[in-house]
């Protein structure tokens, strides 16, 4: 069993086989997108958890949802906010290293947002960051994009941002 085979059990997932362009994706992230998240939208499609949680994906049609318009535009959001330097708002330590940036993946209504943090190592290894936007509160999770949504759902990872998702059981990914 495999983690991906996990979550599909647990968020009640029917396949969907869809085709991307990750090699167009690629060339616009300046990186392949993690592996784990490729055969998530591969074999089930872009969608979303418990009607709340979407799944940015190359060539979505909706506006916003669009891995490479989308998952990009919100990262530079964060960083031209970042360059306002509010006070009390400064960027996360754990984002200032060189060649570090964001790359949005996912995203609720309430303005919270699951980003990679895009670093020299290869993208399997990412790190996912959660955001709530409006009160500029970040997380980080030394996992990848499916263990995290797994755990999210289960309850196993614990994030102040994403709350009520374990409460939702049973859960759903539709279209």
Not at 130 to 140: G, K, L, S, T
Not at 165 to 171: D, I, T
């Amino acid at each position: 069993m495999t983690a991906l085979d996990d979550l599909a059990r647990l968020a009640n997932m029917t396949a969907h086989p869809s085709r991307h362009d990750w090699a167009g994706a690629e060339a616009v992230l300046g990186a392949p997108p993690p592996p784990d998240y490729v055969a998530l939208l591969d074999a089930y499609g872009r969608g979303v958890f418990d009607r709340e949680l979407v799944l940015f994906a190359p060539g979505c049609d909706t506006p916003g949802y669009d891995l490479l318009e989308g998952g990009l535009r919100i990262a530079r959001d964060a960083e031209e906010f970042w360059a306002e330097e509010l006070p009390g708002h400064a960027k996360p330590e754990r984002l200032r290293a060189p060649g570090t940036r964001l790359i949005g993946w996912a995203g609720t209504g309430g303005a919270e947002y699951l980003y990679w943090v895009a670093d020299a190592r290869p993208s399997r290894d990412w790190t996912v960051a959660v955001q709530q936007a409006e009160d500029h509160i970040w997380e980080f999770h030394e996992t990848g994009a499916v263990a995290f949504l797994h755990g999210l759902l289960s309850g196993a990872i614990e994030t102040g941002v994403l709350r009520g998702f374990p409460q939702l059981a049973p859960h759903s990914y539709g279209r």
